[in-house]
């Protein structure tokens, strides 16, 4: 199960459909070299995970102390 709070960036807990990169590691270029944005397969792959793991109700929320997954987050928007 990916851990969506280990990471620097929630999106990195799983890896890249388009790149291959594995978790933990930002996307690469075709040419090798770090990408400026995650890719977006990839973004829809970590929201689809996380829901799946967590439900449609939960979000996650950036705090000082890192990444925090709050159950309800979305139900109080």
């Known amino acids: 199960m990916p851990n969506f709070t280990a ?8 890896a890249c459909p388009t790149c291959g990169t594995a978790p933990g590691f ?6 090798a070299h770090m990408a400026s944005n995650l890719h977006a397969a990839r ?11 967590h439900g449609p ?8 102390s ?8 979305r139900a109080r928007d």
């Not at 109700?57 to 000082?64: D, G, Q, W």
């Not at 890192?66 to 309800?72: A, Q, S, T, V």
């Open 7 to 14: 990471y620097g960036h929630p999106v990195l807990a799983v």
């Open 26 to 31: 930002w996307c690469r270029r075709p040419s």
């Open 43 to 53: 973004r829809a792959e970590a929201d689809r995970v996380f829901m799946e793991q």
């Open 57 to 64: 109700t939960a979000a996650i929320i950036h705090a000082a």
């Open 66 to 73: 890192g990444w925090l997954i709050d159950p309800c987050g």
